[in-house]
C-alpha cells in the first residue's frame, strides 16, 4: 500500500458527460501527479500540483483540468468525454516539487470507461 | 526533448535465468533514470533510479541497473528470475528543470514459466 488513495476505483460513463476523479496524497507529501495509461498511449504525464499551485503539465487536454485543494487532495475534471478517454488514470505524490528528485508514490488508479 | 524506448512488448523468461529488460533513452541534459514495476491492478512501484554517481545502481527485489551514457542505456538486470517477478516493467527519464517531468517508455511485461 503505497498510502495514495484514489476514488472511485471504477467508473462507467457515456460520451459527452462529465467526471471527477479524486486523489489523497501520502501524508505529508505537496506534490500531486496525475497520469493516462491507456494501451495504444502507454503512460502518460498529465498535470503536477505543488503545494495549491500549478508546477508542471504534460500532454492534457483541454477538456481535462485539475485542481488541488488546501488540503492537498486533488481532483482530476474530464469532461465532454469521448470514447478515447477511456483509460487508467493514476495519481502519485511525492514530499518534493522536483519530479527527476523526489519518489513518487503511485495509487492504484481509477479506471474509466466511456460507452 | 526526452524519450525513453523499450524493444519489445513481452519478455519470457524461466524461473532462475537472467532478466534482461532493454531502456534507450534521449536527453538532451543530463539525465535522471527509473525503472517501476507495475503488478496486475496495482499502481507503479518505483524499482531503482539513478541520479549521479555510481553508475551500477541496485534496487530492491535483487534488481539492479547500470548507466552507460556512451550508449544511452539503462537496462534492467536480475541474475535469476522468480515467479513473484512477473508484472510490466517501465523505465522513465527525467531533467531537473523546473517543469521537470516523467518520461515513461512504453513498458515490457515479463513473464515467468516454471
Redesign the interface.
Known sequence: D?G?TQTPKHLITATGQRVTLRCSPRSGDLSV?WYQQSLDQ????LI?YYNGEE????NILERFSAQQFPDLHSELNLSSLELGDSALY?C?SSVGG????Y??Y????TRLTVT | AQSVTQLGSHVSVSEGALVLLRCNYSSSVPP?LFWYVQYP??????LL?Y?TGATLVKGINGFEAEFKKSETSFHLTKPSAHMSDAAEY?CAV???GA?????????ITLSVRP
Open positions: 503505497s495514495v501527479y502507454g503512460l502518460q504525464f503536477q508546477r508542471a503539465k504534460g493514476f502519485a522536483t519530479a527527476g528528485i519518489e513518487q503511485f495509487g492504484p488508479g | 535522471y491492478n496495482q499502481g507503479l512501484q518505483l533510479k541520479t517501465f527525467s531533467d531537473l517543469n521537470s517531468k516523467l518520461t515513461f517508455g512504453k513498458g
